[in-house]
């Protein structure tokens, strides 16, 4: 076990103070120091240059350049004999599989080397700022050894670019001071000679304690400030996805409108197809009917024309008069002459007109549906303005106040509420229209006198039900009588604030899709005077909003 550290310790003898490797032709000196030949040679032609002598690199012994290098012998022995032992050999095969596998694996990586190695230079570890150099392991020990380099400024290992930002580039001095009133590192001349002449300056070591005492609430703003920008990035791409989701939501609501319209569309066009196929099987059938029946009558005329032609040629007297006889009997009508029969009228008008005005309610249709899709239909929560106050919120029953009470009724003055009886009662919402688009559903199933509408103190429009039969009125003037549904049970009122339209729907109440199947009873153009409220009316029982 000793013998690994007799090796070692050996292999520190024999290493070179120059080059830090083993003896390679070792020579000595007058003062008894041995180095490499080669590194003892380059060191004294850079010396000899430099300084016009030569100095051990080790004890500074003055040394004649131009004496003669004598190798040692017998220390060259010494190295021969170490170079051959197998523990040296096993290592120097491991320190080179390692070196291979280091420039396999980080070749790009850039060492920053000794500047005072004169053969192989070796990694830095130390950067004299001073010297301006930067100094292995092996020149590390020997520069803080001598007492003229001690005072020098050592820092962690940085390269010539990092090395010129240390100093000032107006006076190439160390920046050594702080200026507050700039923010800025300066050398020593600038406090005196520049600029900052006049300025609170200190020293970095002060600078930089200071700054160690705010660094942590600086550093707790930042990280305060990184924290919310997490949050405002996490909540965008939130939102992000939230846009995408309801983008491509959007994209399939669409798809399936203009599918289903298409559908509508094309099954529409197919029942026209029909009825027009069914009209001309009709008409086919009576020219049918009417060629056959003068194919008939032409096969008669025709057998009777040849009777006639054989009868001429008949000598015997008695013959020709029977026979003669017996055509003369037969009844022969007169044939008028026809360009055609009577057809059935066709049950639909195409014409140039006709086509024109189709495509002109078309692109009307085109344009709702443009409007529908920029301002959506919003259904209110109404509110009543009788003297309950609890309103009538949607999915609710509500009674209109009896003909004894006071009510509200549109916009009062003092004098519009009553407390005469009356075969009707009103209610009017608090929530009044003013822009937009609105709609309510009421359920009059159990009603047989009702108006729905809207009211404003200028003018009322609504739709009223009384003995069976639907009118439309705008103020005073009834619009037109409708006919009344058998299934009228859910009216939808909607209203048009940008249109300034009142539209009243026959709503379904079983199966399908209630927007689909909703089918229009009239829809009245209304002043443009707002706000506007909702109104009921009804004679009996409750109404009650869906």
Same mark, same amino acid.
């Given at each position: 076990?000793?013998?690994?550290?007799?090796?070692?310790?050996?292999?520190?003898?024999?290493?070179?103070?120059?080059?830090?490797?083993?003896?390679?032709?070792?020579?000595?000196?007058?003062?008894?120091?041995?180095?490499?030949?080669?590194?003892?040679?380059?060191?004294?032609?850079?010396?000899?240059?430099?300084? /016009?002598?030569?100095?051990?690199?080790?004890?500074?012994?003055?040394?004649?350049?131009?004496?003669?290098?004598?190798?040692?012998?017998?220390?060259?022995?010494?190295?021969?004999?170490?170079?051959?032992?197998?523990?040296?050999?096993?290592?120097?095969?491991?320190?080179?599989?390692?070196?291979?596998?280091?420039?396999?694996?980080?070749?790009?990586?850039?060492?920053?080397?000794?500047?005072?190695?004169?053969?192989?230079?070796?990694?830095?570890?130390?950067?004299?700022?001073?010297?301006?150099?930067?100094?292995?392991?092996?020149?590390?020990?020997?520069?803080?050894?001598?007492?003229?380099?001690?005072?020098?400024?050592?820092?962690?290992?940085?390269?010539?670019?990092?090395?010129?930002?240390?100093?000032?580039?107006?006076?190439?001095?160390?920046?050594?001071?702080?200026?507050?009133?700039?923010?800025?590192?300066?050398?020593?001349?600038?406090?005196?000679?520049?600029?900052?002449?006049?300025?609170?300056?200190?020293?970095?070591?002060?600078?930089?304690?200071?700054?160690?005492?705010?660094?942590?609430?600086?550093? &707790?703003?930042?990280?305060?400030?990184?924290?919310?920008?997490?949050?405002?990035?996490?909540?965008?791409?939130?939102?992000?996805?939230?846009?995408?989701?309801?983008?491509?939501?959007?994209?399939?609501?669409?798809?399936?409108?203009?599918?289903?319209?298409?559908?509508?569309?094309?099954?529409?066009? /197919?029942?026209?197809? &029909?009825?027009?196929?069914?009209?001309?099987?009709?008409?086919?059938?009576?020219?049918?009917?009417?060629?056959?029946?003068?194919?008939?009558?032409?096969?008669?005329?025709?057998? /009777?024309?040849?009777?006639?032609?054989?009868?001429?040629?008949?000598?015997?007297?008695?013959?020709?008069?029977?026979?003669?006889?017996?055509?003369?009997?037969?009844?022969? &009508?007169?044939?008028?002459?026809?360009?055609?029969?009577?057809?059935?009228?066709?049950?639909?008008?195409?014409?140039?007109?006709?086509?024109?005005?189709?495509?002109?309610?078309?692109?009307?249709?085109?344009?709702?549906?443009?409007?529908?899709?920029?301002?959506?239909?919003?259904?209110?929560?109404?509110?009543?303005?009788?003297?309950?106050?609890? /309103?009538?919120?949607?999915?609710?029953?509500?009674?209109?106040?009896?003909?004894?009470?006071?009510?509200?009724?549109?916009?009062?003055?003092?004098?519009?509420?009553?407390?005469?009886?009356?075969?009707?009662?009103?209610?009017?919402?608090?929530?009044?229209?003013?822009?937009?688009?609105?709609?309510?559903?009421?359920?009059?199933?159990?009603?047989?006198?009702?108006?729905?509408?809207?009211?404003?103190?200028?003018?009322?429009?609504?739709?009223?039900?009384?003995?069976?039969?639907?009118?439309?009125?705008?103020?005073?003037?009834?619009?037109?009588?409708?006919?009344?549904?058998?299934?009228?049970?859910?009216?939808?009122?909607?209203?048009?604030?940008?249109?300034?339209?009142?539209?009243?729907?026959?709503?379904?109440?079983?199966?399908?899709?209630?927007?689909?199947?909703?089918?229009?009873?009239?829809?009245?153009?209304?002043?443009?005077?707002?706000?506007?409220?909702?109104?009921?009316?009804?004679?009996?029982?409750?109404?009650?909003?869906?």
């Amino acid at each position: 076990m000793a013998v690994p550290a007799a090796v070692e310790g050996l292999e520190e003898e024999l290493t070179c103070p120059i080059c830090l490797g083993i003896y390679s032709s070792p020579v000595s000196l007058t003062c008894g120091h041995s180095f490499c030949k080669e590194c003892v040679q380059e060191a004294r032609t850079h010396g000899h240059s430099l300084q /016009g002598s030569f100095s051990c690199p080790l004890c500074c012994a003055q040394a004649d350049p131009a004496m003669e290098l004598l190798p040692n012998v017998q220390l060259r022995n010494i190295v021969q004999k170490f170079l051959d032992t197998p523990t040296h050999q096993e290592e120097e095969k491991h320190e080179v599989q390692c070196e291979e596998k280091g420039e396999s694996s980080g070749k790009q990586d850039k060492a920053i080397l000794c500047d005072f190695c004169l053969q192989e230079p070796q990694p830095a570890v130390k950067t004299c700022l001073n010297c301006e150099a930067s100094l292995c392991q092996a020149h590390l020990s020997k520069h803080s050894t001598k007492s003229p380099l001690k005072d020098h400024v050592l820092i962690e290992l940085c390269d010539a670019q990092v090395l010129a930002d240390r100093r000032c580039p107006q006076h190439g001095k160390l920046l050594e001071c702080y200026c507050k009133t700039d923010s800025v590192c300066i050398c020593v001349l600038c406090c005196v000679t520049s600029s900052h002449k006049n300025h609170e300056i200190t020293s970095l070591e002060e600078a930089f304690g200071q700054a160690q005492n705010i660094l942590p609430g600086i550093l &707790k703003k930042v990280k305060n400030c990184e924290a919310v920008l997490n949050e405002n990035i996490a909540n965008l791409l939130k939102q992000e996805k939230e846009v995408k989701t309801k983008e491509s939501l959007r994209r399939n609501q669409l798809e399936n409108l203009f599918e289903k319209m298409c559908l509508q569309l094309n099954n529409k066009k /197919g029942e026209l197809l &029909k009825v027009l196929g069914h009209n001309e099987e009709q008409q086919l059938s009576r020219i049918q009917t009417r060629i056959q029946e003068l194919k008939e009558g032409k096969d008669a005329a025709s057998h /009777g024309v040849q009777e006639l032609e054989a009868l001429r040629s008949q000598k015997d007297l008695l013959l020709f008069t029977k026979a003669f006889a017996v055509i003369q009997a037969r009844k022969h &009508k007169p044939v008028r002459s026809e360009a055609g029969v009577q057809l059935p009228a066709p049950p639909i008008t195409l014409n140039e007109l006709t086509i024109n005005t189709i495509l002109r309610l078309f692109q009307h249709f085109l344009s709702d549906i443009q409007y529908y899709f920029e301002v959506p239909p919003v259904c209110e929560h109404l509110t009543s303005s009788a003297q309950q106050q609890s /309103g009538f919120p949607h999915n609710s029953t509500f009674t209109i106040p009896s003909p004894y009470s006071s009510f509200q009724f549109g916009v009062p003055s003092p004098t519009f509420q009553s407390v005469v009886p009356s075969p009707t009662r009103h209610m009017q919402s608090d929530q009044s229209f003013s822009e937009g688009c609105h709609f309510w559903e009421v359920d009059t199933s159990n009603l047989t006198w009702w108006k729905l509408g809207i009211i404003h103190h200028k003018f009322e429009c609504y739709l009223q039900m009384s003995n069976n039969q639907l009118h439309v009125f705008l103020g005073q003037k009834r619009i037109t009588p409708k006919e009344f549904p058998t299934a009228l049970k859910v009216v939808r009122v909607e209203l048009d604030c940008r249109r300034n339209t009142l539209s009243f729907y026959n709503v379904p109440v079983k199966g399908g899709d209630r927007a689909e199947s909703l089918r229009l009873i009239e829809t009245v153009s209304i002043p443009s005077h707002y706000p506007v409220h909702a109104t009921f009316g009804a004679s009996d029982g409750n109404v009650k909003l869906l």
